[in-house]
């Protein structure tokens, strides 16, 4: 009987440290968030954009002969407005979808309320007259993630002088909120995570295509929104001789994918993805790089054969067009913004679940992505990409 009583008092402070855990991160949940600062000299602005190909249906909607849409997202090099205040992180139509969509643990626990997260991009700024054209990047975020989570990156790029965008897709991103307010989940069938092994990545292949497709319409209209912007904003703004494209995860493996069929790719950047398609076979001929995470912790079985097919690719590339990095204790989901519980970081850090600082490997990334593009695109010395003595952890490989 004694050991009964025991157990249970055992169990009723057990329960009550996880509710008192769980109560402080919720404390924790209604903090500001100030995202990292962008290190370029340009003010940013951000202006949205819905865009439907009337040309083509979306293959991954249902029902089918639906037509493809996307929702962009463009940061730009902006004219300084010091009275200006920083746009909303995530505009509330999509807070209030998110939340209903993901639940009380992930919105109001694990991470900071999105209503509180600064951001540094003014909503539809003018374009800085400093110059009269800026470089074009296309980012793709990691699987279904929102292209939102990638503002720090986002911001840091445009800063230097690039016009970075991003986009959103029905039926594959996790949730998509039209202009008419129509929310649109992804669909079930096109969610890898439900699957495993070959099924699994004959997915993510497909979800990569279609991916691609969308990169390539994307293009086909930034040109048209150069040619004929009705707000004036972008007309002739865009420089779309030096077009760069960069990914996270599935967003790296399509990166990659586009790059190898669409010429007007002139440089490009996978982050920890894993390449997949015909690029693996047959490689690109743009100048590339590889930055990745630390998975020296992972199973061999798992690592080798995505290690192999990056080499293939890159041990082709001239060694004057490639790069390859890896950032030591870096994780693979810390690419996005520092939006997670600090608190829960802290903790996870201390068990050595996490061992690089979120904000860190976002400084390093941002670091690395502007100079590759400088040097690609706007013709930096090449002796810019060689070892930083900011960053003396990251590892370069051969």
Known sequence: MRVIKIAGLLAVFVIAGIAAFLGILWLDHTRQTILPEPTGPFAVGRSTFAWTDTAHTDPLATPPGTKRELLAWIWYPAKPQPSSQPDDYLPVPWRSTLASHTGVLFTQILTRDLSRVRTYSIRDAAVSP??????????????????????????????????????????????????????????????????????????????????????????????????????????????????????????????????????????????????????????????????????????????????????????????????????????????????????????????????????????????YISTFFDVYLKQAPASNLQRQPDYPEVEYIQ
């Not at 016009?163 to 202009?179: C, E, M, N, W």
């Not at 004036?232 to 030096?242: A, I, T």
């Not at 990659?256 to 076979?281: E, M, N, T, W, Y």
């Not at 080499?311 to 950032?327: E, G, H, K, M, T």
């Open 130 to 367: 400093e110059q009269p054209a800026y470089p074009v990047i296309l980012m793709r975020a990691g699987l279904a993630a929102l292209t939102t989570d990638y503002s720090s990156l986002a911001e840091d790029l445009a800063s230097h002088g690039y016009i970075v965008v991003g986009f959103d897709a029905p039926y594959r991103t996790f949730v998509v909120v039209l202009p008419d307010g129509t929310v649109i989940a992804r669909a079930p069938q096109n969610n890898a995570d439900l699957f495993s092994g070959p099924e699994q990545e004959q997915l993510a292949t497909k979800l990569v295509q279609a991916w691609s497709a969308d990169m390539g319409f994307a293009l086909d209209q930034l040109g048209r929104l150069n040619a004929s912007d009705s707000s004036g904003r972008f007309l002739g703004r865009l420089d779309m001789q030096r077009v760069g494209v960069f990914g996270h995860s599935l967003g790296g493996a399509t990166t990659l994918q586009f790059c190898h069929h669409d010429s007007r790719c002139k440089a490009g950047i996978d982050l920890d993805g894993a390449p997949l398609g015909s690029v693996v076979s047959e490689g690109v001929t743009q100048p590339f790089m590889f930055l990745l995470s630390d998975h020296q912790r992972e199973p061999e079985s798992e690592t080798r054969p995505i290690e192999a097919r990056i080499r293939s690719i890159y041990d082709r590339l001239p060694a004057d067009r490639r790069l390859y990095v890896r950032i030591p204790g870096a994780g693979h989901y810390l690419f996005s913004d520092p939006v997670r519980s600090p608190l829960l970081m802290r903790v996870l850090r201390t068990l050595g679940i996490v061992r690089l600082d979120g904000r860190r490997q976002i400084a390093i990334t941002a670091h």
